[in-house]
């Protein structure tokens, strides 16, 4: 954050600002600079290591053509493992604290995200019944997206109509609980009718959140609701500081927020669902990494979605090599997310002002 | 530009609170809305800003029925500047003027340095450039309430909509306040704002509605409207309007209530 200055000098005011932007583009551009060492560590490192020059030699020999001088079993573990598991990461992460940053920007509220307005919990339940009813790849992610688009809608209506009064931050965060509790139940209830030979472990596996058995196929059919849900919010992305001075201001200030909103809510539940139906519930990641964009680059989204996009895929790509090579068997990732999220959480509620609450 | 209000009834739902009102502004002119508490002003100014459907009468911008007009044409019409809250994010003062220009921006894009010079300039015009690099959430509510004026007069609108520009504000905030909305009326602006004070009719010296319970109310002037005998009506206390010489001879009038004897 920047010095609060009480009238500075014209020009140095001026220089102020300046420094702002600038300091804000280097942000964003060491962020880009640590995703790619990222995700050249994550290339290395695993249970089958991978030597930087023998890697670097496999890269360069496929990009050019070259004929084949390098062991085949190298070779498969970097393109049909690694590679898919690192897309993922990133496209999971950043999708996770790019929604989350939406919507809090949308309902106004620091203290929403995917996991608290229950959209992961409407889209786990809607890919453990898509899993039970042997649905293909399409078919989970359709069916997550539209449970999860219901429970967003669900805890939003009720929690507006309960909310009228000050309080609505909280009624919110509340009524977003007991809708993720719902669909938790119902999830039970599809566990509990699945067949217990391999439906059950199925569920059961892909609930836990990790992202391990990852293949192509899969990174491809992420890839579409992916892009569907990302790009209109990045576009859209400097009126969501608009949308959340509230209904009535953005109004007045010529913003169409019946359309707006819907385009929102469906891309920001889209991108959740789609990052839900590949990995499991992966919690917390929505909720803290944008507050840790905001620390960095301010509140503006104009900086702040891109900067939660790069720290999501960053910290995930991060927290996925921890969980894949500290130990000799795999951590799953979403308790490993849990374990740095809700802590940090309580740092936030700590420290945070007392006006969110 | 004229704003003309004619025959509006404006509530919640099937409620009415607002029956068959009618008033003008013009550009230039300004207009305050005095009441008591529940008597519909904020349901009005609402119904103006098309937060809430018109139930009956029209609303009339040049001429032209502004019930069909999209939120972005209604926004380069009218400004409205809400009541000083504190939003959830820490913004910068001059991220929160600028987004006035929303109306002028196409759905894609976000403000050109352009943009961002209007938003510096129309907080010079309010005295308060300073405040450009501060962060709203930190800055005091008179402060708070410029800011939002400047957001305002970043829209480059006709009429400003104010809602209790003065509320919550201390006396010496309240009087800086009402100066700008003095000066921005000069400069050619229409103004509409509500106030508690009686006082502030005669500060702006403007017209004035006098909204009533039982859906009645009186426009005029002020000097017309503002009288003890229909403060009493619209209020139910006992008020004093006395006048006295301002600096450059001019008569400065003043409500005073006058409370029952011991």
Request: with cysteine.
């Amino acid at each position: 954050m920047e010095a609060v200055e009480d009238k500075p000098e014209p020009v140095k005011k001026q220089y102020a600002s300046i420094n702002k932007m600038d300091r804000n583009r280097v942000i964003l551009f060491s962020m880009f600079i640590l995703l790619i060492a990222a995700i050249f560590i994550s290339f290395i490192i695993g249970r089958y290591r991978i030597p930087v020059p023998q890697l670097l030699e496999i890269l360069k020999g496929k990009l050019l053509g070259m004929p084949q001088t390098w062991p085949a079993a190298v070779e498969t573990v970097i393109f049909k493992v690694r590679i898919p598991r690192i897309c993922a990461d990133l496209m999971v992460g950043a999708a996770l604290a790019t929604s989350g940053a939406t919507y809090q920007g949308l309902f106004k509220n620091p203290m929403v995200s995917p996991d608290i307005l229950g959209a992961s919990a409407g889209a786990g339940f809607g890919a453990a019944i898509a899993i039970l009813l042997s649905f293909n790849l399409v078919g989970v992610q359709l069916s997550s997206f539209v449970f999860g688009l219901g429970a967003v809608i669900l805890t939003y209506m009720v929690g507006s109509i309960i909310g009228r009064s000050s309080n609505a931050i909280l009624i919110l965060v509340l009524t977003g609980m007991v809708v993720s509790t719902m669909f938790s139940s119902f999830t039970s209830i599809t566990k509990y009718l699945a067949d217990t030979d391999n439906k059950l472990p199925a569920i059961t596996f892909w609930l836990m959140g990790g992202l391990s058995s990852v293949s192509t196929t899969d990174i491809k059919v992420l890839l579409v609701p992916f892009c569907l849900g990302i790009i209109p919010l990045f576009l859209l992305r400097w009126r969501l500081n608009v949308l959340s001075f509230g209904e009535e201001e953005a109004q007045a200030l010529g913003i169409d927020t019946k359309t707006t909103r819907k385009i929102i809510i469906v891309c920001a539940t889209l991108l959740t669902a789609s990052a839900v139906s590949v990995s499991g519930m992966i919690g917390w990641i929505g909720l803290v990494i944008p507050h840790i964009a905001r620390l960095l680059v301010g509140p503006n989204y104009k900086e702040l979605l891109p900067a939660s996009f790069l720290a999501g895929g960053i910290f995930l790509i991060i927290v996925d090599n921890v969980a894949r090579s500290a130990f000799t068997i795999e951590i799953p990732l979403g308790i490993l997310t849990s374990l740095i999220g809700a802590p940090f959480f309580m740092y936030l509620l700590i420290k945070g002002r007392r006006s969110w609450i | 530009m004229k704003l003309e209000i004619k025959n509006a009834v404006c509530g919640y739902g099937n409620r009415t609170v607002v029956k068959d009102i009618s008033v003008s502004v013009r550009s230039g002119e300004i207009l305050c809305l005095l009441g008591p508490n529940g008597v519909g002003k904020t349901t009005l100014f609402k119904t103006i800003l098309g937060f809430l459907k018109l139930q009956g009468g029209s609303i009339i911008l040049n001429g032209e029925n502004v019930t069909s007009w999209t939120r972005k044409k209604l926004a380069t019409a009218l400004g409205y500047v809400p009541q000083a809250h504190i939003p959830p994010f820490p913004f910068k003062v001059l991220d929160v003027v600028v987004m006035g220009r929303t109306a002028h921006l196409l759905s894609f894009s976000s403000p050109s340095r352009k943009d961002l010079a209007i938003a510096e300039n129309a907080l010079e015009t309010l005295g308060v450039g300073y405040l450009k690099n501060r962060i709203y959430t930190e800055i005091s509510g008179g402060e708070r309430q410029m800011v939002l004026i400047a957001r305002a007069l970043t829209q480059q609108p006709d009429i400003l909509i104010m809602d209790e520009p003065t509320s919550n504000l201390d006396f010496g905030n309240q009087v800086r306040v009402l100066q700008q909305i003095k000066a921005l009326v000069e400069k050619g602006i229409g103004v509409i704002m509500t106030s508690h004070f009686p006082d502030h009719a005669f500060i702006c010296s403007g017209k004035v509605v006098l909204m009533q319970k039982n859906h009645k109310f009186i426009a005029g002037l002020s000097e017309e409207v503002v009288t003890e005998g229909n403060l009493q009506d619209t209020y139910g206390v006992d008020v004093k309007i006395v006048s006295s010489p301002g600096r450059a001879g001019e008569t400065i009038k003043s409500c005073i209530p006058v409370l029952a004897g011991v």
